[in-house]
């Protein structure tokens, strides 16, 4: 089966995710979604890891939620929580998304051309070989990668603003790591979290991660690569270890 | 130490008289009391919980367990709660935890609340001779049926019926997580509610495999942390519930701490072992009634529309107008946590201190959605202290459909609600994940247990509404003219729409 072309055009959420399954569910492997313009929940709970699903216009909220494999490529914005507890698979958004993307992502990667909204990455976690990548072109408001507990998110800041100048950054953080390109000034940093420069071996691992990012959207990886980072973690791996006594 | 030691919460003794130095009690305290040395049997009465476990195993009852053996200057201000509460943040500077549901002796409304019987005028109903139906259907109920008549006489429904649980008795199993108790607990369980006919809930402790067989009648929770969550979990539930609030700690989140969380809750809530799991206080994609609209939908989309989604509340100040906006969500049923509902570690202030009764809450939830023509749209499920087949019939008449049951599950397996549950050394292999001590609790013999408790209840409830002259539970669901309040004020009886006894 080749490309499908749907003509999103004022279908609701329910009956294009039936279209949607049903073509997976017969082979198709290749989904263009023309005109759309602010449905919810596509690609919601879909399984197929070698599906690619296109999107023309401006998706709703909570696109690729619980998403479990295929490729999402959004040639727009995208609404909020883009990537809500997702396990598996990709979504590449050509453009700005609103606030908690990547929200409670376990596995997958989610690239975010532009800007994203509040509270991005929060709670993304990993397990076993499931390790969730967001890494956002842009900038990024307040608590960004709040309670995360594990994966990765990196911030480039390539629209000539700071990658993130706002409060709450890692907020409860106890897993996985927050990069910047730069640093973020220390009053920005969340309660338990902490600001290191990179390591030379860190360095190392996230530089592939950098460079296909600017690969998948044409930039130029030079600049990117011969770039600061600083990398925020947790200050103590228990940040609420101390909190509580017994009765 | 200027504080010095308390006195003994409990003072454990053996009668020489009576022991014959089994050692049963030695090998059973998991809280470190009894010691053997030589040949006699050492006591340490500060370790002691009051679990009975000694107790329960002692062949010849040689063992006796006194409650506050020396106490400190009566007082009816400074009781030895607040005194000991004092001490231990003095030394702390912490929040103390705490476990099972509110400790406070706040008068139990269910308690004064009498239900009515037939006399005379009308009569009341065998259910040994007379069908008495209980079973009950969780979820949306259409305002309006269509139908269109057949050519061959047959009637066809066009009215689109969303999909509601099935119950054959209105008492379910509430959220107990597998990581708050034990696999052997949760299988128990299961293996109860799926031979009864009913449901339990997973907790936001994911599925473990082993459960699977069991599936059908589990309704899997997605709460703040999204633990074990995802698109399988959310298939192989029978429902999906989105945890909002709990009874025993309204408005805060949980952290199960690192140490807990062993190889196998690690693969069950997909997180690294030894990892915090952390639930925040609130859902972060959930800041109003629409965000919540949004989570329900974002669920019935990635299940295809097939499975009822409930929302979990702590009962609270607000609880009817929330209700209302729950009812709005798309959510399918609406569950009301009391504050007197159980958990295995809360903050004392919040347990003690903070949400309301659940008997209010479902009366005023009940009411909101009929002045508002939407009591169809969503289910009451109430939970948290339902003690008794009397507090299940009790809320039924106040408007719930429902219950979910909790303590009292667990106290069918054993447990003595020594609200010691947040140590994680359960005596009872209900509240721990030790295996020497988890594999103490034998699935089946305890299902039976809990199946037994569940159809004592539900002879119970039967009875009940026979001796009203009620033979369906529909017929008893909000009807509180079958309530009368015994010593409550008026204020509560209004809320509760209930008129006084004699009226």
Redesign the interface.
């Known amino acids: 089966m080749g490309a499908v072309h749907i003509n999103a055009k004022d279908i609701h959420?329910?009956q294009l995710?039936?279209q949607i399954?049903t073509i997976v569910a017969r082979g198709g492997k290749e989904i263009i979604l023309d005109n759309i313009l602010g449905q919810?929940?596509i690609g919601?709970?879909l399984?197929g890891d070698d599906v690619t699903i296109t999107i023309n216009g401006v998706p709703g909220?909570?696109l690729a939620?619980?998403?479990?494999g295929p490729t999402i490529i959004v040639h727009g914005n995208a609404d909020?929580?883009p990537g809500?507890?997702m396990?598996k698979g990709a979504v590449i958004i050509h453009g700005s998304a609103g606030d908690?993307v990547a929200?409670?992502m376990?596995g997958g990667r989610i690239y975010v051309r532009d800007n994203i909204g509040y509270?991005g990455g929060?709670?993304m976690?990993?397990?076993?070989g499931?390790r969730p990548i967001l890494v956002v072109g842009g900038s990024a408001q307040a608590f960004l990668g709040?309670?995360m507990?594990?994966g990765l998110l990196i911030v480039l800041g390539l629209n000539d603003a700071a990658p993130v100048s706002e409060r709450g950054v890692g907020s409860?953080i106890?897993?996985g790591e927050i990069i910047v390109r730069g640093e973020v000034e220390e009053r920005y940093l969340g309660t338990g979290a902490k600001q290191e420069p990179l390591t030379s071996e860190q360095r190392a691992e996230i530089l592939p991660v950098i460079e296909d990012f600017a690969r998948v959207f044409t930039i130029d990886k030079e600049p990117l690569l011969a770039a600061d980072y600083s990398r925020i973690t947790a200050a103590h791996?228990?940040?609420?270890?101390?909190?509580?006594?017994?009765? | 130490m200027s504080i010095g030691s308390t006195p003994l919460k409990f003072r454990v003794t053996i009668d020489p008289e009576r022991c014959m130095n089994c050692g049963r009690c030695v090998e059973n305290c998991s809280y470190g009391v009894f010691r053997k040395e030589g040949d006699s049997i050492r006591i340490n009465s500060r370790n002691c919980a009051a679990c009975h476990r000694c107790i329960a195993f002692c062949p010849r009852d040689a063992i006796e367990i006194e409650e506050q053996p020396g106490d400190y200057r009566s007082h009816p201000v400074w009781t030895r709660e607040v005194r000991e509460a004092i001490f231990n943040q003095a030394r702390t500077g912490r929040i103390i935890l705490s476990g099972m549901g509110n400790a406070k002796p706040y008068p139990i409304i269910f308690d004064q609340l009498v239900l009515d019987a037939c006399q005379v005028t009308n009569p009341s109903i065998d259910p040994l001779r007379e069908p008495m139906e209980l079973r009950t259907y969780l979820g949306k109920k259409p305002a309006s049926l269509s139908l269109r008549p057949l050519p061959d006489g047959e009637v066809e429904l066009r009215t689109k019926l969303t999909p509601n649980l099935q119950i054959e008795t209105p008492i379910m199993i509430g959220h107990m997580s597998y990581g708050a108790i034990s696999l052997n607990a949760q299988t128990a369980l299961a293996k109860a509610v799926s031979r009864i006919g009913t449901f339990m809930g997973t907790g936001e402790g994911g599925l473990h495999e082993s459960l699977y067989p069991y599936q059908d009648h589990m309704i899997v929770q997605v709460a703040s942390g999204r633990f074990g969550v995802d698109i399988n979990y959310l298939e192989r539930g029978a429902a999906i519930e989105i945890k909002i609030g709990q009874g025993a700690k309204p408005g805060i989140g949980g952290h199960l701490p690192g140490d807990k969380v062993c190889t196998d809750i690690s693969c069950t809530r997909m997180i690294p072992e030894g990892s915090d799991a952390i639930s925040p206080a609130p859902h972060h994609d959930i800041y109003s009634i629409e965000d919540l609209k949004q989570l329900v939908r974002s669920l019935k989309e990635a299940t295809e529309w097939k499975k009822p989604v409930f929302v979990k509340i702590a009962a609270v100040h607000n609880s009817a107008a929330i209700a209302a906006g729950i009812a709005r969500s798309g959510a399918d049923a609406v569950v009301v946590d009391g504050f007197r509902g159980g958990s295995g570690a809360t903050p004392r202030v919040f347990r003690d201190h903070v949400g309301i009764p659940v008997e209010a809450a479902v009366a005023s939830v009940d009411a909101k959605l009929r002045d508002q023509g939407i009591r169809n749209e969503v289910s009451i499920i109430a939970s948290g202290g339902i003690r008794e087949s009397a507090d299940v019939a009790k809320i039924i008449c106040l408007g719930a459909d429902a219950v979910y049951i909790g303590t009292s599950a667990l106290v069918a397996m054993g447990c003595r609600v020594c609200g010691t549950c947040y140590k994680g050394t359960c005596a009872w292999g209900i509240a721990t994940q030790k295996p020497e001590l988890v594999q103490r609790l034998d699935p089946e013999t305890n299902a039976v247990q809990v199946e037994n408790l569940i159809h004592g209840w539900t002879l119970e409830l039967a009875e009940l509404m026979g001796a009203a002259g009620i033979n369906s539970i529909e017929s008893l669901r909000g009807n509180r003219d079958r309530l009368r309040g015994y010593m409550l004020d008026e204020g509560l009886l209004e809320v509760l729409d209930v008129k006084t006894v004699g009226a």
């Open positions: 959420y329910t995710n039936e399954r919810r929940f919601d709970g399984r909220g909570d939620m619980f998403m479990s909020h929580a809500n507890t396990d908690a929200h409670s376990r509270r929060i709670h976690k990993q397990y076993k499931k709040e309670y507990a594990g409860g106890h897993g791996a228990r940040p609420f270890a101390n909190k509580y006594t017994w009765e």
